[in-house]
């Protein structure tokens, strides 16, 4: 389950695939950075006894992580981030130059 939770955070906040003249740049994992696991924030993962059959036990740890983030970033500062991955950045003088961090929401 951590590992699903951490590809999920890796995911949301450094996986971009970017093309140049029509193909993908990354080639492979040395042009392709990866988090290191100091990255990663302490996570505790409680499993609820359940008499239905074991299912996936990684995956469904990876779907929730780019909303949290996004919601707790949100919640902190009213910043609306809508695009991976997510720019924890602060915002930029101009929308052009941060499209990936949104417009304080309205009261």
């Known amino acids: 389950m951590q590992s699903g939770i951490y590809f ?20 492979n994992f ?13 996570v505790e993962v409680h499993i609820m006894p359940s008499k239905e059959k ?7 740890g990876v ?9 707790a970033v949100f919640a902190a500062n009213k910043m609306r981030l809508r695009t991976l991955p997510l720019n924890l950045a602060p915002p930029a003088k101009t ?7 949104g417009k304080k929401k309205k009261k």
């Open 8 to 27: 999920g955070m890796a995911a949301a906040l450094h996986d971009a695939i970017t093309f140049k003249n029509g193909r993908v740049e990354q080639s």
């Open 95 to 101: 929308p052009a130059a941060a499209p990936n961090v």
């Open 30 to 42: 040395h042009d392709y950075p990866m988090p290191r696991l100091a990255a990663m924030p302490v």
């Open 54 to 60: 074991p299912g996936g036990i990684g995956e469904p």
């Open 63 to 71: 779907p929730p992580i780019a909303p949290a983030i996004a919601n």
